[in-house]
């Protein structure tokens, strides 16, 4: 096995995806189009989607991560909005695009366009998450977008799986359909619901932080392949067991903590580039295959296909959000209200992903009788291109509609002395546990080190409140920045002088790499206390 072009891949996303940090050009959005310039450079390894690698392999830890990250407390505070989406507006999706596109294209069979309404119906959680953190959208708007993203695969897969029994001849009814989705969703789960107590139970007995991590690599691999392995959504399971992890971290050792964080986020930004790096790199192989149909007529299509999605969306998202305040009282009274532009940043935010390349490249060559699958070809230029449409006219528009709406963002003031008062609360525990412990002759120590302690504590409280004081009229400093410079600059004198000892041979490399860990650790403390992270 030639393990060159995977290697290619992983650098030339990566390499891409720092340079957009760089660009005001969001991160997706330049790898689908160095994707896409990089399909037609001479050489390039030809990259095929392959839905049994990207389901089983890639979207499990995506989700996962995505999930950890989530909030359970907000997304049940939003859970209708969040279900309407994710459940209602996918199947909806689906039937309209669907017909849509069987009114709209010429000889495709409404069976193979249901096909395609199911594959372009659910928005990617990837590019919903990274759209969300790059533009700043309000909080409310980023958890439902983003519930709505690791629910509605689910959805989409199980509707897709219907509408291919019907298009591939194999027979379906409304009440296999209706089955076939309640064993997806309740048995998924089910299956998330039963890993995750034991999981956690796992991950909070072992206490080596290598076993830990390689625990949680493992976690929504585990969640994905249980629930398929019973014909369960294995999307829905991997959600389930992120979402209660995610929320009984802090009962984790510190250590795991600290090492997980650094490795999802690699594992994150490695998949996530090269994710939307294969995106673009799949245009060759889809124009290829279009057959009977001209690339003018098919790209005609693809813009009515694609304008049916956009148009679909608000007419879902505006009734759901409305009817339901309209018609009950208790809804009104718990929900906060809400204007018509957060409706407007939700159908517009409607951006397609990988997924849905993946599910079309799944849709067999033949059907059950042994013919041509029709519109096969079709059916994956279509998806290809609503993908890329989302991706460029929605992803590169959504920041600009951001701002001429002026929606409120998030308030950092208002964060950070909540964060202060927060901390205050906390140290005045910690300061009356001190008190308390000390008084126990077990824990006698001598002054300088217990008033170590007490200045550590003093420290953690008054950090925050220093990022409310004003700036150095010098610097432009904050004395929060300044205390971290300060500090980091004392940390590298040090570095230096142990390397230094090292390199005259008074010291060994062990111990030179012990001290360093313990200066890098302090160091680490230093930014997370000081940056409030």
Request: aromatic letters at 8%; a neutral charge.
């Amino acid at each position: 096995m030639d393990a060159l072009p995977l290697v290619a891949l992983i650098a030339g996303s990566a390499a891409t995806a720092g340079l957009a940090r760089r660009t005001p050009v969001p991160a997706p959005l330049l790898l689908v189009a160095v994707g896409l310039l990089a399909s037609y450079v001479p050489g390039v390894p030809t990259y095929t989607l392959d839905a049994h690698v990207v389901l089983p392999l890639l979207l499990p830890p995506l989700l996962y991560t995505a999930a950890v990250d989530s909030s359970y407390l907000d997304l049940r505070a939003n859970l209708r909005p969040v279900a309407l989406l994710s459940v209602g507006y996918v199947l909806f999706a689906t039937v309209a695009v669907g017909w849509l596109a069987y009114l709209l294209v010429p000889d495709l069979p409404l069976t193979a366009a249901l096909v395609l309404g199911a594959v372009i119906a659910p928005p990617d959680a990837v590019t919903a998450a990274a759209i969300a953190r790059r533009v700043g959208l309000p909080a409310r708007v980023t958890t439902i977008l983003q519930g709505e993203s690791l629910v509605n695969d689910a959805t989409a897969i199980t509707a897709y799986k219907v509408a291919l029994a019907a298009a591939v001849g194999e027979g379906v009814s409304w009440g296999a359909g209706v089955r076939e989705f309640l064993l997806a969703s309740v048995g998924g789960i089910a299956v998330g619901l039963l890993l995750m107590g034991p999981l956690h139970w796992l991950r909070t007995r072992l206490k080596e932080p290598l076993l830990q991590n390689t625990l949680s690599l493992l976690i929504p691999f585990v969640a994905y392949a249980a629930a398929e392995r019973v014909h369960a959504s294995g999307v829905l399971a991997v959600v389930v067991v992120a979402l209660y992890l995610g929320h009984r971290s802090w009962q984790v050792d510190f250590a795991t903590r600290l090492q997980e964080a650094a490795v999802w986020k690699m594992v994150a930004f490695v998949l996530e580039s090269a994710v939307f790096a294969l995106i673009g790199l799949q245009l060759p192989f889809v124009l290829k295959g279009l057959g009977t149909y001209s690339v003018t007529d098919a790209f005609g299509y693809a813009v009515l296909v694609f304008l049916a999605v956009v148009v679909v969306r608000f007419v879902w998202v505006y009734p759901a959000t409305y009817l339901p305040r309209w018609l009950s009282r208790r809804i009104r009274e718990r929900e906060p209200g809400t204007d018509w532009t957060s409706p407007l940043i939700v159908g517009w935010a409607g951006m397609r992903g990988v997924v849905s390349l993946a599910i079309a490249f799944s849709v067999p060559l033949v059907t059950a009788d042994g013919t041509a699958f029709p519109a096969r070809n079709l059916v994956l230029f279509l998806t290809f291109t609503t993908v890329i449409g989302t991706l460029v006219v929605q992803g590169l528009t959504l920041p600009l509609l951001v701002r001429v709406l002026k929606l409120p963002g998030r308030d950092r003031q208002t964060e950070t002395l909540a964060e202060a008062q927060a901390q205050n609360e906390a140290s005045a525990a910690a300061e009356a546990r001190l008190d308390e412990l000390l008084a126990d002759e077990r824990n006698r120590l001598p002054q300088p080190l217990a008033d170590r302690l007490r200045t550590a504590l003093e420290r953690r409280r008054n950090a925050v409140w220093e990022r409310l004081g004003a700036a150095n009229p010098v610097t432009g400093e904050s004395a929060d920045d300044t205390y971290r410079r300060l500090a980091g600059e004392m940390i590298e004198a040090e570095r230096e002088v142990f390397v230094r000892l090292r390199d005259e041979r008074r010291i060994d490399d062990e111990m030179m790499r012990t001290l360093l860990r313990r200066l890098d650790l302090e160091e680490a403390a230093a930014y997370r206390e000081d940056a409030g992270g």
